[in-house]
């Protein structure tokens, strides 16, 4: 149960978090008004633009478990072992992301996973979702939360305290409070953008259903990630401008040309290529980093809206959704949203920080580093690694996906310390390490994890 004094919550989108959250609260007993900018998704199509598909890890599953909807949420996931790596030459392989049984990410539809949160948050009594509205910003000076109901038209204002802003990495609240200098923003936007494609059932049947597609490139990469349908979506993520560049594809003849020689494997998969080339939006990619989240007990931002990150590490969702676990936790705990929110930020802030890095670093590894020799002998040494010492080395990848237990900013520092352990014990050859130096770098270097 909660101590808070105020019993009720308004929440800003009901995206991801948002749904996840407004579930949550109501559990422990708030009523909470949900204002969502979209239409009701369980009567309408989703809109096209973000991201079709997502990969859920171990932390966002825990947080799902927490909200007691993994039931409704497993039959979306298709389980994905490793990426299947293509080579230009036409040459697949498994790298397994983990190595024990359990050690897999998830592919879920964006769309149908917001769609069951949302459900399931609108099936609770103290649920109210309000679709169709706007929220044009939050004025903190008069206490009031300005929206506009886009169906029936008219602006209108409830009282702010307290909201949390889950409206997304373009949040308009995060907005309106960097407009009246409450917060710092800075948006770094990255020079790479990203583009959707289908690979329709039909044609996706010659993929491997349980794994994470790349064809790296160096500079750039296509991805695929399964559909429960049998269909993939792939993405390519390539320079805005330069050469090769989303720039230089402003045709069919160049965007034919680009695929067959940059992903002639890929190229049977997708049909009307140009087509969907040219139909389907171009996204961009940032990091956001906003300072501080909360003001007061009046409003504080959540998920993307506080911490957007670039999707590399496949957590951003998964980032946003521990956010959700983190904010329940707190509610049991304190008896005012001021010193609540502050605790949130204290403890979220050197986490989403850590992660928002580590995505940053995974576009080199993703696009590039697969392919190469070193970078596979080190991830088999650490592999081995992790076999003998389970308690003190556990990969860096492996923490931040499957060992929720393991804080993002943790996972960060002892990947540190295991990337120079790593460069000492990698004698160029395929032998494993000496066995007794290994055991005496790690005890020295790494304490036995919690
Ligand atoms: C290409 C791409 C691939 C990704 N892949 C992954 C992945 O594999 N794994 C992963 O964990 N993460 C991934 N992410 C990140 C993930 O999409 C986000 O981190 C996640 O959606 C954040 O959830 P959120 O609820 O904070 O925001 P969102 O999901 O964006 O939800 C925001 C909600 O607020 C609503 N809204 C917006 N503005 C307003 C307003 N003014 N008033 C009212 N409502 C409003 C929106 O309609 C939406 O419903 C990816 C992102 C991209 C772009």
Request: with cysteine; hydrophobic share 45%.
């Amino acid at each position: 149960m909660n101590a808070l004094a105020a019993r009720s919550l308004n929440i800003v989108g009901a995206g991801l978090a948002g749904a996840l959250l407004a579930l949550l609260a109501a559990r422990r007993g708030l009523s909470v008004t949900l204002y969502e900018r979209r239409a009701d998704p369980r009567q309408v199509q989703p809109e096209r633009g973000r991201s079709i598909n997502l990969a859920l890890a171990a932390r966002g599953m825990r947080a799902l478990e927490r909200a007691g909807v993994m039931e409704r949420v497993q039959p979306l996931l298709i389980p994905m072992r490793g990426r299947m790596v293509h080579e230009r030459s036409g040459q697949a392989q498994l790298q397994p992301y983990g190595q024990r049984e359990h050690e897999v990410i998830w592919s879920v539809g964006r769309a149908d996973l917001n769609r069951v949160l949302i459900e399931e948050a609108a099936r609770h009594a103290r649920v109210a979702v309000r679709f169709n509205q706007l929220c044009l910003g939050a004025d903190v000076a008069s206490g009031r939360l300005r929206l506009r109901d886009e169906a029936g038209g008219g602006e209108y204002q409830v009282e702010l305290a307290p909201t949390i802003a889950t409206d997304g990495a373009g949040s308009l609240v995060r907005a309106s409070l960097a407009a009246a200098g409450l917060v710092a923003v800075r948006e770094e936007w990255l020079d790479h953008d990203y583009k959707e494609l289908t690979v329709p059932a039909a044609r996706g049947a010659a993929l491997e259903r349980n794994a994470l597609h790349i064809w790296p490139r160096g500079g750039f990469m296509l991805i695929a990630l399964p559909n429960t349908d049998g269909s993939f979506t792939a993405t390519l993520f390539l320079a805005r401008s330069g050469s090769p560049s989303f720039a230089t594809l402003g045709s069919a003849a160049a965007v034919s040309e680009f695929f067959a020689r940059e992903f002639a494997d890929a190229m049977p998969l997708l049909p009307q290529l140009a087509q969907q080339f040219a139909s389907h939006p171009q996204g961009q990619l940032g990091t956001v980093h906003c300072t501080p989240w909360h003001l007061g007990g009046r409003v504080l931002l959540l998920g993307d809206a506080a911490h957007a990150i670039v999707p590399f590490h496949g957590q951003g969702m998964n980032a946003a959704f521990e956010d959700c676990a983190v904010l329940d936790g707190l509610l049991g705990q304190h008896a005012d949203w001021e010193s609540l929110f502050a605790q949130f930020e204290q403890l979220r802030r050197e986490n989403t920080a850590a992660i928002a890095q580590m995505a940053l670093e995974n576009y080199g590894e993703m696009r590039d580093a697969v392919l190469d020799a070193r970078f596979l002998r080190r991830k088999a040494i650490a592999m081995a690694l992790e076999r003998r010492f389970p308690d003190r080395f556990i990969p860096r990848y492996a923490m931040v996906m499957f060992h929720p237990e393991i804080p993002y900013a943790e996972a960060l520092r002892r990947g540190a310390v295991q990337a120079q352990l790593l460069e000492e014990l990698d004698d160029g050859d395929d032998r494993e390490p000496d066995a007794a130096r290994a055991a005496e770098l790690i005890r020295e270097r790494l304490p036995p994890l919690g």
